[in-house]
């Protein structure tokens, strides 16, 4: 038994939802997400809250009913508040710059990247950090880790791609071998 898919999800003002065909969409003051669920699981709605309820007692049925539950929140969230994601840009002569729909990003390779953002991601730069923000947390998730794998976080200098918020683990150089 999930222990979070049992717990209901608040829907909060000016969100609304529906459940057809498998199908639930939720739509709130910032869009609209739409996601298909798989049949071990099924959705109740009322005026307050959404519900995740399971239809086989199967231990596939349990995992997805805890993952639905997540995913859903997220829908109901992101319709409502969004979400957003930091990229910081460490390294000498690496820049981002916005272009419409889509970055450019010199990060020390011989020819700069030109990475086009997916339909309703949009980006905001300021000096090095690379501010994402879209209302679809998975496509957002998506997104900020393939800008990231361009040019992943070296362990010597930190030169690279990374999250704002993480930590990197930094390695000694060959001088420290030496001594």
Known sequence: MSRLG???????????AQFNNG???VKGPKGELSRALKTPVTV???EAAIRIVVTQNTKDASAYWGLYRALVNNMVTGVKVGFTKKLEINGVGYRV???????????????????PLPAGISATVEANVITL???????????????????VPE???GKGVKY????????????????
């Open 6 to 16: 049992k717990l209901p999800i608040k829907l909060l003002e000016g969100v609304s």
């Open 23 to 25: 199908v639930l969409t």
């Open 44 to 46: 109740e709605i009322d």
């Open 97 to 115: 710059a916005v272009n419409g729909s889509k970055l450019n990003l010199n990060l020390g390779y011989s020819h700069p990247i030109e990475f």
């Open 133 to 151: 923000s879209g209302i679809d947390n998975e496509l957002l998730g998506n997104t900020a880790f393939k800008i990231r794998k361009l040019r």
């Open 155 to 157: 362990p010597y200098k």
């Open 164 to 179: 704002v918020d993480e930590v990197l683990r930094r390695k000694a150089g060959k001088t420290a071998a030496k001594k």
